[in-house]
């Protein structure tokens, strides 16, 4: 349904573009700022005023030499605010101390013993203090946290692998009650994307991809003309739960022969164990295995033809540009079966293009966690961001990437 837009919130969607313009394209005086923009002089420059006040942009001296005062050239302050971003999903937590440049100043990965979402939730909120002193941020411009955890959300008998009854939602409610701050919440598949496309270099020019994640599951992530989708209930991207092999492998879900029993760690550590390896903990695939280790040869065999039936669905349904490749899986899993999985199936994506289909996404693990540190930024700046909510009436992430 179309629906008009008050003042109050062209205004808003007016301060978002200006703020990413300068973002982007910074340093950048106000008149190069209305020029990328279409935005008059006049409102650009009360808009960067605003901006000013709230920390968020400063001025810097300019270097160009000319009769008159030369306009100052504007850039985002990067410590006009600060955030904390969680990646949240079985066995572990990431953790990101991140400002408002998107620079990462602080890194930390912990155990989590638990998959109930109360406990999780007191695990995580413990930690916040400590993040932002080892970050020696100030936290009067803390903005909130940002989580990312596996989808899907609030869908009865879904789950991710090995986190029976998880709900991100769940976790959000319990983390805003034992913080009390201001949580955003999405999907990883949607913060890994929302990630390359502001930090990573192959995606910042890019605005139609899909970023296949591969970790404990398997998911992924959608960018259409700049905004990451999210659906109708935050959880467009749940590829892993769509039928690859009809009566194959039995799947958390309740069905048989979805994509991630094929294609994610966990598929690959459940099939170590069924031939007598136990992993107990995934990061030991990193350490005690390569792709060219004949039981993981022997599955990435088994996995290609599943996976190459993913990737066509992704492109007959979406046309992306490409589709980058990444996850907390080991690097080697990942280019192995980049390499593996061609030749594609025929699909639209045969068109004359100026990149290969698929590419290897540039921040690697870390690409759910800064994702998610962006969000708060996003809920506090982007109008059109539909904040996932504990409320089930509330809409789901929209806009999550907002470039």
Known sequence: MLRATNAVKAKLINLWVVFEAIRINGPVPRTGIADNTGLSKQATSDLVDELLELGFVREEKSEERRVGKPPKPIVVNPDGGFTIGFHVDYGRATAVVMNLGGDVLLREVRPLNSVDATVVAQDLAGSVEGLLARAKIDTERFLGIGLATPGPFRVPRMNPPRLPGWDGLVLTQEL???????????????????????????????????????????????????????????????????????????????????????????????????????????????ERFSAGHPLVAAWIEEAVEPLRSGINTLENLFDPETIMFGGNAPEWLIEALIEQVEPLHISISLTQRDLPRLLKADLGADAVARGAATLPVLAMLNPHYRQLSGNAELPAAGDVGGK
Not at 240 to 262: D, F, N, Q, R, S
């Open 176 to 286: 805003r009650r034992a913080t009390g701050l201001s949580v955003a919440l999405a999907n990883d598949g949607q913060c890994a994307v929302t990630a390359e496309w502001r930090f990573g270099a192959s995606a910042r020019p890019l605005n139609n991809f899909v970023y296949l994640y591969v970790g404990t599951g398997l998911g992924t992530g959608i960018m259409i003309d700049g905004t990451t989708f999210g659906g109708a209930h935050g959880n467009a991207g749940e590829l892993g739960h769509t039928i690859a092999v009809p009566g194959g492998h039995p799947c958390i879900c309740g069905k048989k022969g979805c994509l991630e029993t094929y294609v994610s760690v966990d598929s690959l550590t459940r099939f170590l164990a069924e031939r007598g390896v136990a992993i107990a903990d995934p990061r030991e695939l990193d």
